[in-house]
């Protein structure tokens, strides 16, 4: 663990009323700011390092000053669940601090690309071993989450990320929500990129649960084996129509209760379908196993209750059958500490208008970056 | 497993105690913030006129049960209301009222606990609800002190309930079905209610696991069905676990959630919310104990004083004026706010 201050006596080493401003100063001066490696709408994201060790990390700087406009919300969720989640297939956040400007800083691990990236770079090469090695990664980190009462409520690829050795790390938490209380009426559904948006919150379900992760995860799972977006909608209402086409026509029959959700639609009246079954996703998937199509199938079942549970998920044969899951540190796409450095490198001659090559490597540090930020 | 999580919380990271840690903390907490107030008072100051330990631990008790009396009225529900209580007793373990007053906070706090809580963050509504019992604030005032509160909270936002966990335990023995239903659902219900309630003002959160304390709220209200119950969940051979178990138990109930005035005080010299230390511990609040508030609150006021033409006012112009405007039309009312704070209370007469 990473967390200075997570060793167990903190709250009797606690320092005393205004002492926490010197505790804000001292964490604050504890890292030094790099370069900026992105910028969006809300945050700017810095590459940093701790003074002490020379030991990289990430700053996200929330642009609003928190004097007038109080904590963002993306901000509150962020670190209100990465503060108490600790695992190590979920981003760690080292600290948190109020710059001089009243801005609010948040120290994470620095990771070094996302799934997104693996997916769309046509160079690289990987097969079924390495996406077993993601997709045990991720159920276990989300396994984790739902284990503490966490909805992530944003899972895609560009919210997986890696670390330099290759683990995986699910991150952005802008969106994630305790469903600690149950039978919580209220939970609004304009959650999940639509993309990976599962079929109770595109029907405007006030109460889910955390099938709505599993299936988000799924639909990564499915576009990492295509390596093309698989259920690509260019609308909220086009989405329905190529979820139920892919997945089948949501009813009574196979979902009991869906027809008396707020915005419930037969969305493909002109081709109703059942719901897929195994055998027809072996004919898209063909170069899948039994028991991963199994997997699969569990993950992306139309009823909620029907869908499978990250717990459930991690027994999969699929996990244990041949061919392995690849090793962390031998999966594509990570970039070794020389080539990191590089391209750090690359990205101060930018910045300082050299012309030189590198340009590529610039992009995929300024996505890398972008993923980081909070409501992007 | 449920270790692990509890170990990694924040809860037990940043404000889990041993009864005489919290005791110094307290103590440190005051001796600092008198020290300093010493300082900016000068000449004109007195140190038998501080705050003394004790009196601030009775005056933010105090302001736990007009928090809790605004929780009521915000219709809030168990979840804001338990996280925005334990979010103010957090605080005044390392800042002291002599440096903040507890009142100016309490706003601010709530908001927080449903930012939260619910996600909800609609400053309009909330100012005009707390208007209703004549609290007037600006979205300004709300909302600057978010961030002084988030550091004091050492950016810890989740609060781990143990109301939350009597659902499991009724669920569980009603299935079992070896004890009527009747009296699982009523002791149950009464166990939530203590720890929705009373068990706010304890120090329970700071001492004990939430586990530990759901127990213990379900011991206060059915020794027997809590006893039986915990009996049933220990595996054979691990009697001495089980008896160190209702230990705890027992004493985190007779202790702190049972605690009468005249029990004896177990913790004798510590600082600790007990009724037994003069500290109320309920949402009403007995007469003569509003009377001790008030004269403290008075003190405070008077200490200060001095104070009074130097403080920052970090508020603008703009909004200092609409705040004005806003208290001048309710004292138009005849509403007075430093009485509303003095001791009254803060729902209006119907």
Known sequence: ?376 | MEDVIYRQSTQYRFFTFTPSSLSSLRAATNAHAAQQLLLELGSSASPELMLTPIEELKLVTYYLTTLFALCDHFKTGSAVKATAMTFLSRLYLRISPLQIHPKTLLLPILFLAFKSETGIQSTTWFIKTAAEVNLITTKEELLAPEINIAMNLRWSFQVLHPYRGIEGVKAELLVRGELPKERVERSCAKARSLLTGGGLFTDCYFLYTPGQITMAGLWAVDAEMCEGYLRSKMPAGEEKVLEKLLRVVRECAQWHLLAKTEDGNNYPGLLLRLPQNGVFMDAEVPAELKKEAVRIDRKLQLLRKPLNGKVKHQATDAAEEERRAKKRKLEQDKMDLDDVFGGGSIIPKK
């Open chain 1, 1 to 376: 663990m990473a967390t200075p201050s997570n060793g167990t006596p903190a709250s009797t080493l606690a320092a005393v009323g205004d002492a926490v401003a010197d505790i804000n100063a001292e964490t604050r001066d504890k890292y030094i700011k790099d370069e900026k490696v992105g910028e969006g709408t809300y945050a700017i994201v810095y590459r940093a390092r701790i003074k002490a060790t020379g030991e990289q990390v990430a700053i996200k700087k929330i642009k609003i000053s928190s004097q007038q406009a109080g904590i963002s919300m993306d901000s509150l969720r962020e670190i209100k669940h990465l503060q108490e989640l600790r695992h190590d297939n979920i981003v760690n956040l080292l600290d948190v601090f109020v710059g001089r400007s009243h801005n609010i800083n948040a120290v994470l691990e620095f990771l070094a690309g996302d799934l997104e990236g693996i997916i769309k770079d046509g160079s690289v090469i990987y097969g079924t071993s390495d996406i077993k090695s993601w997709m045990a990664m991720s159920l276990r980190g989300l396994w984790w989450c739902h284990r503490n009462f966490v909805l992530h409520r944003d899972i895609k690829p560009n919210n997986l990320l890696y670390t330099v050795d290759g683990i995986l790390k699910i991150a952005d938490f802008g969106l994630a929500r305790s469903f600690a209380d149950p039978g919580s009426m209220n939970m609004t559904s304009q959650v999940v990129t639509r993309w990976y948006r599962p079929p109770e919150l595109l029907y405007g379900a006030k109460s889910y649960s955390s099938a709505i992760d599993v299936f988000s995860l799924g639909i990564v799972f499915a576009e990492l084996i295509l390596r093309v977006p698989y259920l690509p909608g260019e609308t909220d209402i086009q989405q329905m129509v190529v979820m139920a086409n892919a997945l089948g026509t949501p009813s009574e029959q196979n979902w009991p209760g869906v027809t008396s959700l707020p915005d419930y639609v037969i969305p493909n009246p002109d081709n109703i379908l059942n719901e897929v079954t195994i055998p027809d996703l072996r004919r898209q998937f063909t170069s899948m196993s039994t028991s991963g199509l199994e997997l699969l199938h569990g993950m992306i079942r139309l009823d909620p209750r029907n869908r499978i549970t990250c717990r459930k998920a991690l027994d999969s044969e699929w996990f244990s059958e041949e061919p392995l899951p690849t090793k962390p540190q031998d999966l594509p796409g990570k970039k070794g500490k020389e080539e990191q450095d590089k391209a750090g490198q690359d990205l101060k001659r930018r910045a300082g208008l050299d012309e030189g090559l590198g340009g590529e490597e610039l992009d995929r540090g300024k996505k890398v970056a972008r993923r980081l930020n909070f409501g992007m």
